[in-house]
């Protein structure tokens, strides 16, 4: 079946630093990439619609220049959260949808910002 | 724009009882309907998802769920639950977009956490 992985598993980093995690599509091709994120006890909320070769569309609230995606092939989304601050600390779920319409998530990645 | 509603955060259950995770859902057009399973530490595995066709969906692990257009909800259901049951669960909208089953991106509910105690 359609899988989907995220690396890194998780991450601790100082505040300022950029971190860069990975959303893979490994048996199937990708047009399009979901991120969510998820802060402690509570649902997982849309970030961005990450599309294969174009600029992604950011929901409202989140910062395209603090939180850069980019899809530049069908099988690979990479979000990269620049200057990262304890309040940033946050599970990150990818989704990717199939040729057929599909979503698969991601197992996500845990940042922890000091 | 869509919403969806779990109206319990939590619900504690006894092994081998039956469960209802309650789910509703606001839309001004039609939506797919979802429920995944949440581990802790874990990224979310689907349960069963309503397109068309029959309202009774059954999914994976016992879980079934219904949807009901004149209320608007999506409850999710099983007879008889295990300790593994125990997780968050969450009900999940999302727009149909054209070329069959394809769908954009997904509106979550708060999550309800599933606890079956021995």
């Known amino acids: 079946g359609a899988v989907v992985s995220q690396h890194p598993s998780w991450v601790i980093c100082k505040s300022g630093t950029s971190v860069k995690i990975e959303c893979r599509s490994l048996d199937f091709q990708a047009t399009t990439m979901f991120w969510y994120r998820q802060f402690p006890k509570q649902s997982l909320m849309l970030m961005a619609t990450?599309?294969?070769?174009?600029?992604?569309?950011?929901e409202q609230g989140v910062e395209k220049d603090k939180f850069l995606i980019n899809h530049a092939s069908l099988t690979l989304s990479t979000l990269t959260v620049t200057s990262a601050h304890p309040e940033d600390s946050s599970f990150y779920i990818c989704?990717?949808?199939?040729?057929?319409?599909?979503?698969?998530f991601g197992p996500g990645t845990r940042l922890t910002v000091l | 724009a869509q919403s969806v509603t779990q109206l319990d955060s939590q619900v504690p259950v006894f092994e081998e009882a039956p469960v209802e995770l309650r789910c509703n859902y606001s839309s001004s057009v039609s939506v797919y309907l979802f429920w995944y399973v949440q581990y802790p530490n874990q990224g979310l595995q689907l349960l069963l998802k309503?397109?068309?066709?029959?309202?009774l969906v059954k999914g994976i692990n016992g879980f079934e769920a219904e949807f009901n257009k004149s209320q608007t909800s999506f409850h999710l259901r099983k007879p008889s639950v295990h300790i593994s049951d125990t997780a968050e669960y969450f009900c999940a909208a999302g727009r149909p977009e054209a070329g069959g089953t394809s769908y954009g991106k997904l509106t979550f509910g708060q999550g309800t956490i599933l606890t079956v105690h021995p």
């Open positions: 989704s990717a949808r199939t040729v057929f319409g599909e979503q698969f």
């Open positions: 990450s599309n294969e070769g174009s600029k992604a569309t950011y």
């Open positions: 309503y397109l068309s066709g029959s309202t």
